[in-house]
């Protein structure tokens, strides 16, 4: 059975940083993406940054470009988001999801912030930035 179990959030002032985990079980993590997604309240699911497994391609949503970085340890079957000079407008619950990179690929691209192309989601994790 497929799990995906996220840790690390937490409340943090404005500046700090976070280091989240997304640790998978039930399969092993080659040629997979997982992708970070968050959702704040009244607003869509965004995806935040993204890690292919076979070669360690990354992607990342502007908004978060120089201050997150996504990590990814195979031998642990675990993803990292690394969080730096958090904002207020990151507050969010961050959710890890993983699926087969073929299902984002197609007309020679990497789609990975699709989130309806996943089937595989974690119970995520209460980020709360403050002021």
């Known amino acids: 059975q497929v799990q995906l179990v996220e840790s690390g959030g937490g409340l943090v002032q404005a500046g700090g940083s976070l280091k989240l985990s997304c640790a998978a079980s039930g399969f092993t993590v080659d040629n997979y993406a997982i992708t970070w997604f968050r959702q704040a309240p009244g607003k869509e699911r965004e995806g935040v940054a993204c890690?292919?497994?076979?070669?360690?391609?990354?992607y990342y949503t502007d908004s978060v470009k120089g201050r997150f970085t996504i990590s990814r340890d195979n031998a642990k079957n675990t993803v990292y988001l690394q969080m730096i000079s958090l904002k207020p407008e990151d507050t969010a619950v961050y959710y890890c999801a993983a699926d087969l990179l073929q299902k984002l690929y197609y007309s020679g691209y990497y789609f990975p912030f699709e989130a309806p192309k996943y089937d595989y989601w974690g119970q995520g994790t209460q980020v709360t930035v403050s002021p």
């Open positions: 890690i292919r497994t076979n070669d360690g391609g990354t």
